[in-house]
């Protein structure tokens, strides 16, 4: 199962291959597309002028769509430019930049990744082997049994963008495998390559350098400024876990929850107690981070190690449990305690007798 095109160089192979303005509107990360709108020279003191008053707009559409719907949409204001399109997303990564909120940088990088997904699963095989090549300088290539949609992706390629998926059929043991090439659908080469696009955009929101734009845009960050406040809750909530009963919560480890979803910020005790208390509690530890995004420093990467340090996965593998209700009191995390406070020591001794007390209901539900 070795690549039929191994032996050919990648400019032999997509020679024929051009992308148009189309493509570019629709594979925004291209190099082609940066290229493309380096031609124009386009400068930030320039973005308040009449004249890209099209751009602008529709760069607002797009932050807009990421944070009302977590991915850009494809017709975006029903534009039918492509080149007002591809001009309009290095504009709308600046407007990102400018607001300086990590959330909101996480949001946006996986909607655009989540459109360019869409846009490439409907993609000829040609053209999704010339952009991962082009842009991630993918070793990717059309399989022998290419006749049956199959590809064929070099190994630490897949295993790069794959080593985040949980489910089974993203497992190495359960890929076919030879030669260093794995074989993928284009679907899966598509979904890979979203990975791939989100990264490249989350690493340039985080190594960038601050800068302001023009006084006379302060209006437009404005507008997605409160836009993203009053959906931040919303996105934090869209994780909620349906395994453990909320309802059931000591008071303190309820206002920390709602508190972080929200994205008021907590002190390192604050934070702790509750990363522990949903550990214990049985919360799947992918949602346990999710619950941190709504907070404006997020860093993925870091609260995933943290949390699966506290679960006794990194480290010296010492699972831990919540501070009792005395060290939460002396830290001041303890809040508006109840009649059930006054009769236990532990967050989760509280856990399990609100359980006790609501008869078991929550667990006599079907499944």
């Known amino acids: 199962m070795r690549p039929a095109s191994a032996s050919s160089q990648p400019g032999e192979m997509f020679s024929d291959i051009t992308l148009s303005d189309t493509d570019l509107a629709k594979y925004t990360f291209s190099p082609q597309a940066v290229s493309r709108v380096e031609l124009f020279g386009i400068k930030i003191d320039e973005l308040a002028s009449p004249a890209h008053e099209a751009e602008l707009e529709m760069a607002k559409a797009r932050v807009e769509s990421a944070i009302r719907s977590g ?35 996480k949001r946006y990088a996986t909607a655009e990744a989540k459109r360019a ?30 006749g049956r949609g199959l590809i064929l992706l070099q190994f630490m390629d897949y295993m790069r963008n794959a080593s ?53 845009l302060e209006e437009h960050l404005g507008v997605i400024r409160g836009l993203l406040e009053e959906n931040r809750s919303r996105i934090g909530a869209e994780a909620l876990p349906s395994e453990v009963v ?11 929850y709602e508190g972080l979803l929200s994205g008021r910020k907590a002190s390192h005790m604050e934070r702790f107690g509750l990363t522990s208390f949903l550990v214990n509690t049985g919360m799947d530890l992918e949602k346990i981070v999710k619950i941190f995004v709504s907070v404006s420093d997020f860093d993925e990467e870091l609260t995933k190690y943290q949390v699966e340090h506290i679960a006794g996965l990194r480290g010296g593998r ?18 508006n305690p109840d009649s059930l406070c006054k009769q236990v020591k532990h967050p989760l001794n509280y856990y399990r007798r609100k359980i006790r007390q609501r008869g078991g209901s929550e667990e006599k539900k079907p499944k």
Request: proline fraction near 5%.
């Open 164 to 216: 985040g998926f949980h489910e089974p059929k993203w497992k190495l043991v359960n890929r076919v495998v030879k030669d260093g090439y794995v074989r993928v659908t284009k679907i899966e080469a598509a979904r890979l390559m979203e990975v791939e696009v989100e990264r490249k955009l989350l690493n340039g929101f985080l190594a960038g350098e601050e800068f302001k734009l023009p006084g006379q």
């Open 246 to 256: 909320i309802e059931a919560f000591p008071p303190c480890m309820r206002r920390a």
């Open 117 to 146: 997904s869409s846009f490439l699963r409907e993609e000829s095989e040609a053209k999704l082997l010339f952009l991962a090549r082009e842009s991630f300088g993918w070793r990717i290539a059309s399989g022998e049994d290419a």
């Open 71 to 105: 991915v850009v949409r494809e017709n975006l204001r029903g534009s039918s430019d492509p080149l007002v399109e591809i001009l309009s997303y290095p504009i709308a990564i600046m407007l990102v930049r400018a607001l300086g909120d990590r959330f909101l940088y």
């Open 318 to 335: 010492t699972k831990y449990t919540p501070p009792t209700c005395s060290t939460l009191r002396t830290h001041g995390i303890c809040v």
